[in-house]
């Protein structure tokens, strides 16, 4: 069993930044594909950045966080990050990682004037 636990998320305004930090009770080596999806009132849960740590570490994003968002993870901290910067009212979402099977509850993220 692996809690999950996402933090960071607020209200900000446009043109804003936030980090958000995804902390693991366990070692997050032992999951080297991870990533962050959100989900928005209304829609569908939608994927916005996986981060896989193999042989070399790869970054994969939506096109609509391209340039803006940067995932990233600490495995001496078990923690993935999501910095996100120039934030738009329409990246307002609930945002949540994984690890493996496991969830977390998710953060909310508010964008608006």
């Known amino acids: 069993q692996v809690q999950v636990v996402e933090s960071g998320g607020g209200l900000v305004q446009p043109g804003g930044s936030l980090r958000l930090s995804c902390a693991a009770s366990r070692s997050i080596s032992l999951f080297p594909s991870t990533g962050w999806y959100r989900q928005a009132p209304g829609k569908q849960r939608e994927a916005v950045a996986f981060?896989?740590?193999?042989?070399?570490?790869?970054?994969t994003y939506a096109d609509s966080v391209k340039g803006r968002f940067t995932i990233s993870r600490d495995n001496a901290k078990n923690t993935v990050y999501l910095q996100m910067n120039s934030l738009k009212p329409e990246d307002t979402a609930v945002y949540y990682c994984y690890f493996g099977s496991y969830w977390g509850q998710g953060t909310q993220v508010t964008v608006s004037s």
């Open positions: 981060i896989n740590s193999g042989a070399t570490t790869t970054t």
